[in-house]
């Protein structure tokens, strides 16, 4: 089946340790996109890549880094300048067209003890 | 301006009634507004959708009504059923801005038998 593949879906570090989250789909999509998401405030966005081999900066990416070296794959690290890394990360695609319409994964839960 | 601001943050309603979340946006480029459905545990998924050249959206029990003057836009849920219990998020996005979707900050519905 199509669609969107996170992983882990639990996660658990200690302070200080960089974290890389998982996220490959089948879609065929050429966007794709890294949300966080905290209680009661939404899903907001980390970094965003339109093409293979670019990403650009959302507007809480501090403390984050990513890469895009295949269409299929975007993964995600939680670096240790993250200060609050403790969160439900989202990754998404789009498909080409004028919809918008954002395909989601099941999310991967990250709690930094 | 990048603002999305959606109410209520809780809302129960009886089994058969109707459910209604509200949003309201500033930012007069945003030329696509869906709304999205979320269970514990899994990430969102589209429920419908609006352009600002309708003013109203119905698909079976769930109906976008759109105010272009007043900037909002609001989600109803007619005859609520307890498996509509989730979080809703309004969004907003511009063609112009790589289609980055705007997120409120979610209503969790409960839906009571």
């Known amino acids: 089946d199509g669609g969107i593949t996170q992983s882990p879906k639990y996660l658990f570090r200690k302070e200080g340790q960089n974290v890389t989250l998982s996220c490959e789909q089948n879609?065929?999509?050429?966007?794709m996109y890294w949300y966080r998401q905290d209680p009661g405030q939404g899903l907001r966005l980390i970094y965003y890549?339109?093409?293979?081999?670019?990403?650009q900066k959302g507007d809480i990416a501090e403390g984050y880094s990513v890469s895009r070296e295949k269409k299929e794959s975007f993964p995600l690290t939680v670096t240790s300048a993250q200060k609050n890394p403790t969160a439900f990360y989202l990754c998404a695609s789009r498909g080409g067209g004028n919809t918008g319409e954002l395909f989601f994964g099941e999310g991967s839960r990250l709690t930094v003890l | 301006q990048q603002q999305v601001k959606q109410s209520p943050q809780s809302l129960i309603v009886q089994k058969g009634g109707i459910s209604i979340i509200n949003c309201a946006y500033e930012n007069t480029a945003f030329d696509y507004f869906p709304w999205y459905q979320q269970f514990p545990g899994k990430g969102p998924a589209l429920l419908i959708a609006i352009r600002p050249d309708v003013s109203e959206k119905k698909e079976g029990r769930f109906t976008i009504s759109f105010n272009k003057s007043a900037k909002q836009f609001s989600l109803h849920i007619m005859d609520s059923q307890p498996g509509d219990s989730a979080t809703y998020f309004c969004a907003a996005s511009s063609s112009g801005g790589y289609n980055k979707l705007i997120f409120g900050a979610g209503t969790r519905l409960a839906v009571h038998p």
């Open positions: 890549s339109q093409i293979v081999n670019d990403f």
């Open positions: 879609l065929n999509h050429d966007a």
